[in-house]
């Protein structure tokens, strides 16, 4: 196994993005990240690759720090070459599986042998040249066995589960009081608090007012960002990314005091719609697995469950 790290944004842009698209639900974070021709990458970035013996990528990695470490693992594409997985002392390695595959079958079984080298090869090389990930966060198993060939035992680490949700026709749904507008100037009074309010309620890392402010103000008057206003602003949507089919619906916010009342279905459907009506294919989001109440917000919408992704931090 091989570890390739990328200097240029635009090599590993050509090299791994046909290989996300197969999977663009999934991958809509990578994809989106990459695929945005403003995006530019910085020394604190990791664009990386794990090919096998035949030049195969069977892990792609990407790390924009401060945010997660993210994993793609591919499906095999017909080599079936197969390779230990002990090392060098003889030791034995936790064996990744995908349980969206049957291991019994051969070819899958020589795939999750060379997804644990090349994970195993990852791990080795972070710490080589102590890039230091604050987290992983990718599909359940993956997730898991990168975190345990790198730090070893999670059991005390933060975990937790996001389910991908993909929406293809809004189903119809009963409106809670109000009306949806776009955002506006004055909302940047209290946009920046509910956004950072997000960021702790989602344990992601928050930025200061004064950026969070300056992103805000980006979103006006290009009908990204949709409020639900009942009297007054209770709930927001926005459409945060894109990749070349889809929408992705982030930064879903309603205050405690106003929750439970409708207002973050109705402000999500009406961004949904929105989204579709403008020709994208699909819209899709991710949403707390832990979270009933909103998890069934966004399925009587229409959105289902695509894939479960697990996010563990390391520090």
Request: net charge negative.
């Amino acid at each position: 196994m091989r570890f390739n790290r990328y200097d240029n944004l635009y090599t590993f842009r050509a090299d791994v993005l046909p290989i996300l698209l197969e999977d663009e639900v999934c991958n809509n974070l990578p994809v989106s990240l990459i695929a945005d021709e403003s995006s530019k990458s910085t020394p604190d970035w990791l664009m990386g690759t794990v090919t096998n013996d035949f030049g195969r990528i069977v892990l792609i990695a990407l790390c924009t720090k401060p945010f997660n470490l993210l994993l793609y693992a591919p499906k095999a594409d017909g080599d079936s070459q197969s390779s230990d997985t002990s090392d060098s002392n003889g030791g034995s390695h936790s064996r990744y599986t995908d349980e969206s595959t049957d291991s019994s079958q051969s070819g899958n079984t020589d795939e999750s042998r060379h997804i644990t080298d090349g994970i195993r090869t990852l791990a080795d090389e972070l710490r080589r040249t102590r890039f230091a990930p604050p987290g992983v966060f990718a599909k359940t198993e993956l997730s898991r066995a990168f975190a345990e060939a790198y730090v070893g035992t999670t059991e005390k680490k933060y975990r937790k589960q996001l389910v991908i949700m993909r929406l293809d026709e809004l189903l119809p749904s009963k409106k809670a009081p109000g009306l949806c507008r776009e955002l506006t100037e004055d909302d940047l009074s209290f946009v920046p608090l509910w956004e950072q309010a997000f960021c702790l309620d989602c344990n992601i890392p928050a930025f200061s007012q004064a950026e969070i402010k300056e992103r805000v103000q980006t979103r006006i008057g290009k009908n990204s960002h949709f409020i639900w206003e009942d009297g007054l602003p209770v709930s927001q949507a926005v459409f945060g990314r894109e990749t070349p089919n889809g929408a992705v619906v982030t930064w879903v916010y309603t205050p405690p005091m106003y929750r439970g009342l409708g207002y973050a279905s109705s402000v999500v459907g009406e961004l949904s719609r929105s989204l579709l009506e403008r020709g994208k294919k699909f819209c899709c989001l991710f949403a707390d697995a832990s979270n009933k109440t909103s998890c069934g917000i966004y399925r009587n919408l229409g959105y289902y469950d695509v894939c479960v992704f697990e996010e563990i931090h390391f520090t």
